[in-house]
């Protein structure tokens, strides 16, 4: 009756972190069409949940009741199709802001900011690109948290050319760091230099954002890189390079001789992705890494940007019809 389907984000790298003197973390990334979470929702006698996620969408419902303070809607969320978790690819937001999202929906809850939806699951501590992403799809940059407890403020958004595609490269016995893992790295980690984080920004700013709002592929694809390794080399303490592991460099590598340049690691990875001119440089690029990385464990898919965000569909007869209409006209 009721069902809610997310992009995927890829996250390009922090601006900072651990540093006092600026806003600490902030960065960028952009929504793609796949892998999708989908999510489906129907009344039942009591609230549970059911699939790969049951879990998790638990763990999220338990603290939205807590958040709002009222009990749960008696229904059942099911998982009908979720990417991997602690991949790089930020499924942790997507499934909480879903659940939360089909809740108040259940619940006749209108419409609220994204601010208040990812607090009320406890997300976008950190990075807030999956947060606004979620909302508006797209290119996504935020400053770095100003205010403890409140999201990174959303410095821009813009529209991801359709016609420019991802390869993703996936580590299939890999997952990157999470967790209380991710909270012990980062305390392990030095301080982001001032200077590194001006780098970053001029980037960021100067760069990689004209150059998308003018449809300017090689230049977008340059600064990406750029960016993308200036921010890995913050992580050199944990992970020992810019990236993950050797196989995740002999990736890169091999993407940049076949002539991508725009490539990069998402998150902690293992995730890498190769940002192609079209679907068919995308195609010969994974036939290439095929070639040239024989017998490792990689899995690829080839995918969009999303420049929509979630997208919410309920039966016009569906008694959570008019919910879902308020709440759909705050997406992007």
Known sequence: MLEIRTPSRLHFGLLSFGNPSVAAYGGCGVMIQQPALHLTVDPAEHFSAQGVAATRIREFAERWSRARQRPLPAVTIRTKHTPRQHVGLGLGTQLGLGVATLLNCASQIGPESIESLAAAVGRGARSAVGCYGFRQGGFIAERGVETPGRLSPLQSRT?????????????????????????????????????VTNQLKRILYDEMTPALQAADYDHFSDGLFRYGELAGNCFVKVQGGAYLNQLSQRTVDALQQFGVRGVGQSSWGPTIFGLCCNRQQAEAARDYLHETLPGEALEMEIT????????LIADTDCDWHNAVQNFSATLG
């Open 304 to 311: 969009a940007a999303d420049n929509r965000g979630a997208r």
């Open 159 to 195: 529209n991801f050319p359709a016609d420019w595609i991802f390869l993703l490269v996936f580590q299939a016995k890999r997952s990157g760091i999470s967790g209380n893992a991710e909270t012990t790295a980062f305390r392990q980690l030095p301080p982001v230099p001032l200077d």
